[in-house]
């Protein structure tokens, strides 16, 4: 599955691979569909693949602290019902390359 709305570059394989190695900065250039709620988190709003209808993205350092995503080493990608409950959670490297599970 690709990520349904970038604007900005194709599409990779995978539905968050697009977004972890984006060099773009949310909430400052259009088309970006993530936006940052504050430093490292991130949202994105719309169908996930696990039938979520939103994604909370956690990019952390290599010691786990919350850290903006160029600085990143890993992300958590939570992805949530219109509830609000969790429905996947998934783990990952960041890389400029994209999102490796």
Same mark, same amino acid.
């Given at each position: 599955?690709?990520?349904?709305? *970038?604007? %900005?570059?194709?599409?990779?394989?995978? +539905?968050?691979?697009?977004?972890?190695? *984006?060099?773009?900065?949310?909430?400052?250039?259009?088309?970006?569909? %993530?936006?940052?709620?504050?430093?490292?988190?991130?949202?994105?709003?719309?169908?996930?693949?696990?039938?979520?209808? #939103?994604?909370?993205?956690? +990019?952390?350092?290599?010691?786990?602290?919350?850290?903006? #995503?160029?600085?990143?080493?890993?992300?958590?990608?939570?992805? %949530?019902?219109?509830?609000?409950?969790?429905?996947?959670?998934? +783990?990952?490297?960041?890389?400029?390359?994209? +999102?490796?599970?």
């Amino acid at each position: 599955m690709e990520f349904p709305r *970038c604007d %900005l570059y194709p599409a990779e394989a995978g +539905f968050y691979c697009q977004c972890i190695g *984006c060099p773009v900065i949310s909430n400052v250039q259009p088309g970006c569909v %993530l936006t940052e709620k504050e430093t490292g988190i991130y949202e994105f709003i719309g169908p996930t693949p696990h039938g979520g209808v #939103k994604a909370i993205l956690v +990019f952390t350092n290599d010691e786990g602290e919350i850290v903006p #995503k160029p600085d990143a080493k890993h992300v958590e990608i939570r992805e %949530l019902s219109a509830k609000g409950e969790t429905v996947q959670v998934m +783990f990952g490297v960041a890389d400029p390359q994209g +999102f490796y599970e």
